[in-house]
């Protein structure tokens, strides 16, 4: 994953010496010069860290840091100040609006190195709330929503939801569940990965829910590909006796056998167009209504949404 890091520096000096730092991580650090003037059009990416040299800025710092805070989609970003102010008194006023870490001239290249991707990893693996796929979780999944709709970017969001699971899991117990759930995260990700997009982003809701973020792209070819390999290799999970008849047996609450079908993968396809979408509630109420006709059909299948493109 890339992390998109922004340097508030209008003389651009802190963005060059960045970029020589990480010259050989070009691949998974990307740093953007931000000039305070357009601090609020960039905050609408959501990036990953904030660089902030006060030298090289005509703000007053301590309520510039405060107004990055009070922006409800970076309320958690980090923030690292760069200053040649040594006073006491100040360097405690900034840590007080919550920055991270304050740092100050000269900069120790190795020192710095090492503190911003310390800070990054630390984020990055605070926001995901799934250990058993390493994907991430509700809170970048909802930052990357709102990033695309900010950026009136038009897009579509693959979400993925397991049937008849739940009746896996009574007979086969949480820990084979577990396996077929990363079983699930892994076949997702070899068939997204494949998309020519460098724009995909593939998320654990929870359970076994997943969601994709694509750029558009031929839906029908990747969802085959996605349900001909689960359908495929999840018969793997099973014994012989449950694959052969197809199904599995449960006993409900009143101690009555019931006949399961064995799991399958339901995908719900919607493009999203931000001049019809503002909010990522409006996404998640249609797209649920795509993932329940979805999951009303027997076996594996898809439901692309074009209606409201």
Do not use: W
């Not at 703000?59 to 200053?83: A, G, H, M």
């Not at 991430?136 to 397991?162: C, H, S, W």
């Not at 076994?208 to 031929?218: A, M």
């Amino acid at each position: 994953m890339v992390h998109d890091i922004y340097i508030i520096d209008n003389k651009n000096e802190l963005n060059l010496k960045l970029s020589e730092i990480f010259k050989r991580e070009v691949d998974d650090y990307k740093f953007k010069a931000i000039k305070t003037s357009e601090l609020e059009v960039a905050l609408r990416n959501i990036p990953s860290l904030i660089i902030i040299d006060e030298d090289n800025t005509d703000i007053n710092i301590v309520e510039f840091c405060k107004s990055i805070r009070y922006n409800e989609d970076n309320s958690i970003t980090p923030i690292i100040v760069v200053s040649s102010n040594r006073e006491k008194k100040h360097t405690v006023d900034v840590l007080r609006t919550d920055v991270e870490y304050y740092i100050k001239k000269p900069i120790d290249d190795e020192y710095f190195y090492y503190t911003i991707k310390n800070v990054v990893g630390l984020l990055a693996k605070n926001r995901r709330i799934s250990p058993l796929t390493g994907l991430p979780g509700n809170v970048q999944i909802q930052t990357e929503m709102k990033k695309r709709l900010l950026n009136k970017e038009k897009f579509a969001i693959l979400y993925f939801d397991l049937d008849n699971f739940k009746a896996y899991n009574d007979v086969y117990g949480f820990a084979n569940g577990d396996e077929i759930i990363k079983f699930t995260a892994r076949t997702i990700s070899k068939h997204i990965h494949q998309i020519e997009n460098s724009d995909n982003f593939i998320g654990h809701i929870g359970g076994d829910d997943f969601v994709v973020i694509t750029g558009q792209t031929d839906y029908d070819k990747v969802c085959k590909n996605i349900i001909a390999e689960f359908d495929k290799y999840v018969v793997d999970f099973y014994n012989e006796v449950d694959i052969e008849r197809g199904y599995v047996e449960v006993a409900n609450r009143r101690g009555i056998i019931e006949q399961f079908p064995l799991t399958t993968i339901s995908i719900a396809v919607l493009e999203v167009d931000s001049r019809i979408y503002k909010t990522t509630l409006e996404i998640g109420e249609i797209a649920s209504q795509i993932k329940h006709q979805a999951k009303s059909v027997l076996g594996s299948t898809y439901i692309v949404n074009k209606r409201r493109f």
